[in-house]
């Protein structure tokens, strides 16, 4: 069973059309969930670090939630340079790793 | 400050065949990972290092072993290239143990095995 499940793995949206990226994560105790965003052919860039239910953080057009079970991603009045996939990623407690989910895929048509 | 560098960028190798990729920071980071990507899954964790001279399997290690003589290079080896290990690599070092703004991943080696 997956850690860490991304929905949807796909979303076009256009260019000032807001929406948002979900992460829903199972492990016994989390000590970080984490969003990166990733260009094609680079590596994941880091954007946040969560690390309780409630947390909030925000970066430009970007805004990462957590609760309990999920963590959203909001991209508010999307760019087309925000077009990347955004990667979640948990940290177990107890583990040495992070756990990552497949991506959404984000493209934002001018 | 080049951040993370990897070499190569390409390699195409033949089944069999031995290769050893270098990871490089120049940030002073006690942390350095190797990760493989794969179409339709997550980033898999392969291999990491907690310090100068340490090293430990991560998710999936087998098939690859890494040496970090010195604290600026993580080097992951195959000794026997296989098709399964057709991917692209990413290399990340980062200052915490937890991913925090300090982290930060290479550009990606892609490799192909015939």
């Known amino acids: 069973e997956d850690q860490v499940t991304q929905s949807p793995e796909a979303l076009r949206l256009q260019e000032g059309e807001s929406s948002s990226l979900n992460c829903s994560y199972t492990?016994?105790?989390?000590?970080?969930l984490f969003w990166y965003r990733q260009d094609p052919g680079k590596g994941p860039e880091f954007l946040f670090t969560?690390?309780?239910a409630g947390e909030e953080k925000e970066k430009e057009r970007l805004k990462a939630t957590l609760t309990k079970k999920e963590s959203f991603l909001h991209i508010t009045a999307p760019k087309p340079e925000d077009s990347a996939t955004y990667l979640c990623a948990v940290w177990e407690n107890g583990n040495n790793r992070l756990a990552f989910g497949k991506g959404n895929q984000v493209v934002v048509i001018p | 400050n080049a951040g993370v560098t990897q070499t190569p960028k390409f390699r195409v190798l033949k089944t069999g065949q031995s290769m050893t990729l270098l990871c490089a920071q120049d940030m002073n980071h006690e942390y350095m990972y190797w990760y493989r990507q794969d179409p339709g899954m997550g980033l898999r964790l392969i291999h990491y290092?907690?310090?100068?001279?340490?090293?430990a399997k991560g998710e999936v290690p087998d098939g690859y072993n890494v040496s970090r003589l010195k604290k600026q290079n993580f080097l992951l080896g195959l000794e026997s290239a296989a098709p399964s290990q057709t991917s692209v690599y990413f290399c990340?070092?980062?200052?915490?143990?937890?991913?925090?703004?300090?982290?930060?991943f290479g550009p990606g080696t892609r490799l192909l095995v015939l």
């Open positions: 969560l690390y309780s």
């Open positions: 290092s907690v310090g100068e001279g340490t090293t």
């Open positions: 492990v016994s105790g989390l000590r970080g």
């Open positions: 990340a070092s980062t200052l915490h143990l937890l991913p925090q703004e300090t982290q930060y």
